[in-house]
T-cell receptor, first 111, second 117 residues
Framework: GQSLEQPSEVTAVEGAIVQINCTYQ??????LSWYQQHDGGAPTFLSY????GLEETGRFSSFLSRSDSYGYLLLQELQMKDSASYFC????????????FGTGTRLQVFP | DAGITQSPRHKVTETGTPVTLRCHQT?????MYWYRQDPGHGLRLIHY???????DKGEVSDGYSVSRSKTEDFLLTLESATSSQTSVYFC????????????????FGPGTRLLVL
């Protein structure tokens, strides 16, 4: 089967740093993506790692280790607006690129 | 803005009735997807399309059918709605972009909340 595991919930305070981990077991692997979803909204793309290492986009960074089937999303200088659910998704080869999503991590940022 | 709209945005229906959800895109993307999102399950792929009249099943396709007669429209039909199909349905398109190092990134529509009584 295919599975991605993430913590169900993480809490932090404004200004802090939080890391959301994702471990995966999939048949094939092209890359790991992260999506953010606010309550009542649609998922929006945050970052992508196709190769091992760290990718930085402003306050958000994402890391991948293919040998460990593991990645994480790092959020720095947390703001209240970062309160949302975060999904990791593995891109697997198929007729078209297909994403397998994790069950999501709900991040609550407190003042 | 990937120019994706979904209709209806909300729908209440009764068990046993057919329901069709529409996804419309304005950017001429080749690949389109239908997902459902339920608590504790994340996003699960129902069906996808890789071109006009070219569709394939995802991981939770039972009870659903799709059609794509035009590039811009991807329809999802619940042939006979059941309470287990109460969910939020998202349509998505994918495109290669610089933010993902040239890899395909999926962009989601606003979603349709479906309640089957």
């Amino acid at each position: 089967g295919q599975s991605l595991e993430q913590p169900s919930e993480v809490t932090a305070v404004e200004g802090a740093i939080v890391q959301i981990n994702c471990t995966y077991q999939t048949s094939g692997f092209y890359g790991l993506s992260w999506y953010q979803q606010h309550d009542g909204g649609a998922p929006t793309f945050l970052s992508y790692n196709g190769l091992d290492g760290l990718e930085e986009t402003g306050r958000f960074s994402s890391f991948l280790s293919r040998s460990d089937s593991y990645g994480y999303l790092l959020l720095q200088e947390l703001q209240m607006k970062d309160s949302a659910s975060y999904f990791c998704a593995v891109r697997v080869p198929y007729n078209t690129d297909k994403l397998i999503f994790g069950t999501g991590t709900r991040l609550q940022v407190f003042p | 803005d990937a120019g994706i709209t979904q209709s209806p945005r909300h729908k209440v229906t009764e068990t046993g009735t057919p329901v069709t959800l529409r996804c419309h895109q304005t950017e001429n993307h080749r690949y389109m997807y239908w997902y459902r999102q339920d608590p504790g399950h994340g996003l699960r792929l129902i069906h996808y399309s890789y071109g006009v009249k070219d569709t394939d099943k995802g991981e939770v396709s039972d009870g659903y059918s799709v059609s794509r007669s035009k590039t811009e429209d991807f329809l999802l039909t619940l042939e006979s709605a059941t309470s287990s199909q109460t969910s939020v349905y998202f349509c998505a398109i994918s495109e290669r972009g610089p933010l993902s190092g040239g890899a395909e990134t999926q962009y989601f529509g606003p979603g349709t909340r479906l309640l089957v009584l």
